[in-house]
């Protein structure tokens, strides 16, 4: 099964990702996580989108992809998958469904302003990308990671000005690639407002019991 988490930044894809691969055992894919060991590991490829990835802006199109789609392939993960934070456009999904075409897109809806209470107290595993929050989900230990015992970080590009602009280019990019699936018959639609457990109750009738 392949599946595809669209929602906002901060919307939740992430750890409703997570929560959904551990039960299903479908592996978990954020392109922004793969973009960020790009950056850490310093590659050319790191090098050339660190600038979009700080500024929270979508980087070139082509390049992206194709590294996304190298990763399933070296993974072994093009017959399954839960996918967050791509495709962002309509290329991505256009590309997306000529090569590993998803089943379903589920929309976590989430408006603006809990959005921003959301993202600006949340904390990332520097080394796993597990997600926390500084009050609703916060580490048993404070800075460290429950999951690999790494340390917790607020991500540089989890600040005002480019939460804005990634809300922003949101807006501008992924209504298309919603409407792609809705017209395609593939989008379901979660309220992503409750807690994250509530949340993934809905997110598993959607999926797993469909
Ligand atoms: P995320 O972890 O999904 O919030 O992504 C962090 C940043 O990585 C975004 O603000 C973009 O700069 C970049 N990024 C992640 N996924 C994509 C994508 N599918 N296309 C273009 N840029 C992306």
Do not use: W
């Not at 894809?13 to 978990?28: D, F, R």
């Not at 997306?96 to 904390?123: C, K």
């Amino acid at each position: 099964m392949r599946i595809v988490l669209l929602g906002k930044p901060g919307s939740g894809k992430g750890t409703q990702a997570a929560m959904l691969s551990e039960e299903s055992g479908l592996p978990h894919l954020s392109s922004g996580a793969i973009l960020r060991d790009e950056i850490r590991e310093k590659t050319p490829f790191g090098m050339q989108i660190e600038e979009y990835v700080l500024k929270g802006e979508i980087g070139p199109q082509e390049l992206i992809t194709d590294v996304v789609f190298g990763y399933i392939e070296r993974k072994g993960y093009a017959s399954g998958f839960i996918l967050d934070g791509f495709p962002r456009t309509v290329y991505q999904a256009e590309m997306l469904d000529e090569r590993y075409r998803p089943g379903m897109g589920v929309l976590i809806d989430v408006p603006d302003d809990l959005i921003v209470d959301r993202i600006s107290l949340r904390l990332t595993c520097a080394d796993c990308d597990a997600i926390y929050h500084g009050t609703s989900r916060p580490p048993a230990s404070s800075g460290i990671c429950d999951s690999c015992g790494g340390k917790l970080e607020q991500r540089s590009d989890d600040n005002a000005g480019a939460i804005r602009k990634r809300l922003e280019s949101y807006r501008n990019e992924i209504q298309q690639v919603i409407d792609m699936y809705r017209d395609t018959g593939r989008l379901l639609t979660i309220d992503g407002t409750s807690t994250p457990g509530e949340v993934y109750k809905s997110l598993k009738n959607a999926t797993m019991n469909r």
